[in-house]
């Protein structure tokens, strides 16, 4: 069951540059698109979300963009600072549903 | 900062043997959820619960799986008759009013090992 992937297991980053986490996703049912970060030895911490009528939401440093047609999202981390080295996952619900479906998530290492 | 919290941080059970894992959620939550993560794996969905009764359940849930709330405030995951495979990270998660519109906060996990 692939519905959400990462296809990218690590990425390393210059403190201060963006970071770019992007994440796939099959099902067209999905409606509803969420990242989380997770430190070792801890549960997941939600970070952003976005709706499918979007194709932009931005808190803070971090900005999730949806490209619906080309079924895609990404995070964009800018500018990365070493707390942001963890594993991010996306995850994606469909309507009216309160199931989450992750991806693999991606190893993000922030370097000073 | 209210937290969602769990107990035992680590349960090594024997395999065929009953385990309950415990989780308190955030107390004005409402909606409530159990995850795993096999190691080396993706977070996986079990079971959703609101308003005392399951709202959704996955294929992984299967007989040997139960939740309950037995008193309000405790939300607890029965595992009948565990299984090698069981051996996984639990996650618990609450939020307020549903993920689109209120943050799901997670505990810290319990690291159950079936031998």
């Known amino acids: 069951d692939q519905q959400v992937k990462q296809n990218s297991p690590s990425l390393s980053v210059q403190e201060g540059r963006i970071s770019i986490l992007n994440c796939d996703y099959t099902?067209?049912?999905?409606?509803?698109f969420l990242w989380y970060k997770k430190y070792p030895a801890e549960g997941p911490t939600f970070l952003i979300s976005?709706?499918?009528?979007?194709d932009k939401n931005e808190d803070g440093r971090f900005t999730v963009f949806l490209n619906k047609s080309a079924k895609h999202l990404s995070l964009h981390i800018v500018p990365s600072q070493p707390g942001d080295s963890a594993v991010y996952f996306c995850?994606?619900?469909?309507?009216?549903?309160?199931?989450?479906?992750f991806g693999t998530g991606t190893r993000l290492t922030i370097i000073p | 900062e209210p937290e969602v919290t769990q107990t035992p941080s680590h349960q090594v059970t024997q395999m065929g043997q009953e385990v309950i894992l415990r989780c308190v959620p955030i107390s004005n939550h409402l909606y409530f959820y159990w995850y795993r993560q096999i190691l080396g794996q993706k977070v996986e969905f079990l079971v959703s619960f609101y308003n005392n009764e399951i709202s959704e359940k996955s294929e992984i849930f299967d007989d040997q799986f139960s939740v309950e709330r037995p008193d309000g405030s405790n939300f607890t995951l029965k595992i009948r008759s565990t299984k090698l495979e069981d051996s996984a990270m639990y996650f618990c998660a609450s939020n307020r009013v549903g993920i689109r519109t209120d943050t799901q906060y997670f505990g810290p996990g319990t690291r159950l090992t079936v031998l």
């Open positions: 976005i709706s499918s009528i979007k």
């Open positions: 099902n067209s049912m999905f409606d509803y």
């Open positions: 995850a994606a619900t469909g309507f009216g549903n309160e199931k989450l479906t």
